[in-house]
């Protein structure tokens, strides 16, 4: 008696697992259709991708209904006396965790917003004011655009195609960007910071720019969205004019001398690209 309960049960949930595929698929085009819908598809991938997600989402949707159906159709179908055993595919995991893992990062998904990256992050890849040499350069600089019609990255961009500061002393800026405390950087001095996706938010890598102040650093914490207006100035820093690392001798760096700081909300769409 005992034999035919267990073997019943096991038949039971070897019926079941492809309810399991059904609600993985399913929760999975949701989850794609609800960042394409909020917008939150821009703090993980870069925008050429956009469509890309939606169609993926779309499809899985009508994958996923497409399976319930039969699913419902073969449970309509079954009979009560039902021995048959169902035929498994050979899998890393035992039958049903791949979907249920599945399941259980949709939710995640929903249940958890993504962020915006940190500045702890920046400090951890490394800003600088260098573009990566695997970037295509420039992308989008335009020799005609007022400087203080600039962004942060644009600025970066510039930078890279001729990188002698004196070039640029006494331009005028108004850019954007969040805060960083850089150690190698006088107290005086924080780093306005951006970062730039070229696929997604694991590959995305920050540029920054130092700012010199009246004040004191602290009273800008780290991660704090700035509008910073002033212009651009020569200083020395012990720091590589590139790299934005520390170094035995100073070199000439580029700097905004601010003027004028203020805080701003943090944008619905942080990123360069």
């Not at 035929?87 to 929903?110: C, D, E, R, Y």
């Not at 951006?194 to 004040?215: M, Q, S, W």
Request: glycine share 8%; hydrophobic share 40%; proline share 7%.
């Amino acid at each position: 008696m005992m034999t035919s309960l267990a073997k019943l049960k096991t038949l039971n949930f070897k019926f079941l697992l492809p309810g399991l595929d059904v609600l993985a698929l399913l929760g999975w085009g949701a989850l794609l259709l609800k960042y394409w819908l909020t917008g939150q598809l821009k703090l993980l991938i870069h925008p050429n991708y956009f469509l890309l997600v939606l169609v993926t989402g779309l499809v899985l949707l009508g994958l996923g209904g497409y399976k319930g159906w039969l699913f419902v159709q073969s449970l309509r179908k079954r009979p009560s006396n039902n021995t048959q055993e169902t035929v498994q595919h050979i899998t890393l995991f035992p039958p049903g965790w791949g979907s249920g893992l599945l399941i259980l990062t949709a939710l995640a998904g929903f249940l958890i917003n993504p962020g915006v990256l940190s500045s702890q992050v920046a400090l951890q890849r490394g800003v600088s004011e260098a573009l990566p040499i695997t970037r295509e350069q420039p992308q989008a600089f335009v020799a005609t655009v007022k400087p203080e019609d600039r962004t942060l990255i644009d600025w970066v961009r510039t930078l890279n195609v001729y990188p002698e500061p004196d070039a640029y002393t006494g331009q005028k800026v108004n850019l954007k960007g969040f805060v960083v405390h850089l150690p190698q950087l006088p107290e005086d001095y924080l780093l306005l910071t951006r970062f730039i996706l070229t696929c997604c938010a694991v590959d995305a890598y920050p540029v920054g720019l130092p700012v010199k102040l009246e004040t004191n650093r602290n009273q800008y914490p780290p991660d704090t969205w700035l509008q910073v207006e002033g212009e651009m100035m020569t200083e020395t820093l012990r720091v590589n004019s590139q790299t934005l690392q520390a170094t035995d001798t100073e070199k000439r760096q580029l700097v905004i001398k601010a003027k004028t700081i203020k805080k701003i909300p943090t944008p619905s769409d942080p990123y360069g690209y």
